[in-house]
């Protein structure tokens, strides 16, 4: 019987979407096309903060941040999603998965962490303006992102490690294009229950606890910002804040359907759009966003392009 307590798979087998298999090459290079988007964009937003001194304000110290926590959460799943559409074998080692999981777990629990916090700069930013400059001063907003980075640490490792304990002895074709929980849950042969209950005790907190911040902040943002006089004022206001509001929505919209149910009657291959769109398009969208919607950022990006066309 102890034999049985012991992990037998060695590796797993990752389905992605079998159902695209005659578009697979398609898939690939609109997945690449997306990705290279991704990066540029992203890794743009971080370069055009950092040389402007006009955006070192702690609204884009925080949005530095999304952009490069953006850039970490694909890498985590993007370049296996590749291997697996190009190869035949569409493995990952047990160690891979396990290391996969974990980031994955954290990145995404310091992601909606984050996102708080940029509705906590945005609320001192338009509701105590006189003394929004003390309250997030820079060693503030360091100490702040310091925590969140480190947050995601116990959660990932404990998610991870706990589920990796649990023997597999069975089958090992994970039905998604990465290791995530659920599905690696699944191939487990023991009682899960206690671990189930775990995790959707946590998912809910993680997704949730950020989320009642973020709706609080602009609660009290709504409330400040219809008081005002200047029409000029209240559109200001809004606009600081509608990029931010976009990608929240987006992101918890998807997390919330993908995790909050994880029994429910979502086929296999909606959960893997849903994730699909977590982990590939919104990385994608949150530069894209920010840039069209901030005149800030926007000329900061002409600015730039303007001293470069000049410099050569």
Same mark, same amino acid.
């Given at each position: 019987?102890s034999?049985?307590?012991?992990t037998v798979?060695?590796?797993?087998i990752?389905l992605?979407?079998?159902s695209?298999?005659q578009?697979?090459?398609? /898939?690939f290079?609109m &997945?690449?096309l997306?990705?290279i988007?991704?990066?540029?964009?992203?890794?743009l937003i971080i370069?055009?903060?950092?040389v402007?001194p006009?955006l070192?304000s702690p609204?884009?110290f925080?949005?530095?941040?999304?952009?490069?926590?953006?850039i970490?959460f694909?890498?985590?799943?993007?370049?296996?999603l590749f291997?697996n559409l190009?190869?035949e074998?569409?493995?990952?080692?047990f160690?891979?998965?396990?290391?996969?999981m974990?980031f /994955?777990f954290?990145?995404?629990?310091? %992601?909606?962490f984050?996102?708080?916090?940029?509705?906590?700069?945005?609320y001192?930013a338009i509701?105590n303006?006189?003394?929004?400059r003390?309250?997030?001063?820079r060693?503030?907003?360091?100490q702040?992102m310091?925590?969140l980075w480190?947050?995601?640490?116990?959660?990932?490792? &404990?998610?991870?490690?706990w589920?990796?304990?649990?023997? !597999?002895?069975?089958?090992?074709?994970?039905?998604? !294009?990465f290791?995530d #929980?659920?599905?690696?849950?699944e191939?487990?042969?023991?009682?899960?229950?206690l671990?189930?209950?775990?995790?959707?005790t946590?998912?809910?907190?993680?997704?949730?606890?950020? /989320?009642?911040l973020? &709706?609080?902040?602009?609660?009290c943002?709504?409330?400040?910002?219809l008081?005002?006089?200047s029409a000029?004022?209240?559109?200001?206001a809004f606009?600081t804040?509608?990029?931010?509001?976009?990608?929240?929505?987006l992101?918890?919209?998807t #997390?919330?359907?993908?995790?909050i149910?994880?029994?429910?009657d979502?086929s296999?291959?909606?959960?893997?759009?849903l994730?699909?769109?977590?982990?590939v398009?919104t990385?994608?969208l949150n530069?894209?966003?920010?840039?069209?919607?901030?005149? %800030?950022?926007? %000329?900061s990006?002409?600015r730039t392009l303007?001293?470069?066309?000049?410099?050569?």
């Amino acid at each position: 019987m102890s034999g049985l307590n012991k992990t037998v798979v060695t590796e797993f087998i990752l389905l992605g979407f079998p159902s695209l298999a005659q578009f697979q090459l398609l /898939f690939f290079v609109m &997945l690449l096309l997306i990705y290279i988007v991704t990066l540029l964009g992203n890794i743009l937003i971080i370069l055009i903060i950092m040389v402007d001194p006009a955006l070192h304000s702690p609204m884009y110290f925080f949005l530095q941040n999304l952009s490069f926590l953006d850039i970490c959460f694909t890498l985590v799943v993007v370049p296996q999603l590749f291997s697996n559409l190009l190869t035949e074998k569409k493995s990952i080692s047990f160690i891979g998965c396990m290391a996969q999981m974990f980031f /994955f777990f954290s990145f995404g629990t310091v %992601e909606c962490f984050l996102l708080a916090a940029m509705a906590y700069d945005r609320y001192v930013a338009i509701c105590n303006p006189l003394r929004y400059r003390n309250i997030m001063n820079r060693r503030v907003c360091i100490q702040v992102m310091l925590a969140l980075w480190f947050s995601g640490i116990p959660v990932g490792t &404990l998610q991870t490690t706990w589920l990796f304990s649990l023997p !597999f002895c069975g089958p090992n074709k994970v039905n998604h !294009f990465f290791c995530d #929980g659920p599905p690696v849950l699944e191939l487990v042969c023991a009682d899960t229950s206690l671990f189930e209950t775990y995790s959707l005790t946590a998912t809910v907190i993680i997704i949730m606890s950020p /989320f009642v911040l973020i &709706l609080g902040s602009y609660i009290c943002i709504l409330h400040t910002v219809l008081k005002m006089n200047s029409a000029t004022g209240r559109h200001k206001a809004f606009s600081t804040c509608s990029s931010h509001l976009i990608v929240v929505t987006l992101l918890y919209g998807t #997390g919330i359907l993908a995790y909050i149910q994880p029994k429910s009657d979502y086929s296999p291959d909606v959960k893997k759009l849903l994730s699909l769109s977590y982990t590939v398009v919104t990385p994608t969208l949150n530069p894209i966003i920010y840039s069209l919607r901030n005149s %800030e950022v926007k %000329e900061s990006l002409w600015r730039t392009l303007g001293r470069k066309a000049i410099s050569t």
